[in-house]
């Protein structure tokens, strides 16, 4: 499954991140150039990862899920 995740890098989204990794999913986060990442450093290799909305917003990426984690 394609799934977008917002607030990937914050604590509850990290723990989501997780989870639809380990159960195979193709996930795409959004980073901010100021965010800490350090808490997904360990699986930034198997991520798509944008760095702005506008990117997605013109992109071709179709999601069959979005989880809005972000606060």
Do not use: Q
């Amino acid at each position: 499954m394609n799934i977008f995740l917002t607030g990937a890098t914050g604590f509850v989204g990290s723990y989501i991140l997780s989870e639809l990794l380990a159960c195979s999913h193709n996930v795409t986060i959004i980073v901010r150039a100021n965010s800490d990442t350090k808490r997904i450093n360990h699986c930034y290799d198997k991520l798509n990862i944008v760095n702005n909305e506008y990117e997605i917003l013109t992109s071709e990426l179709e999601f069959d899920c979005i989880i809005h984690a972000a606060t």
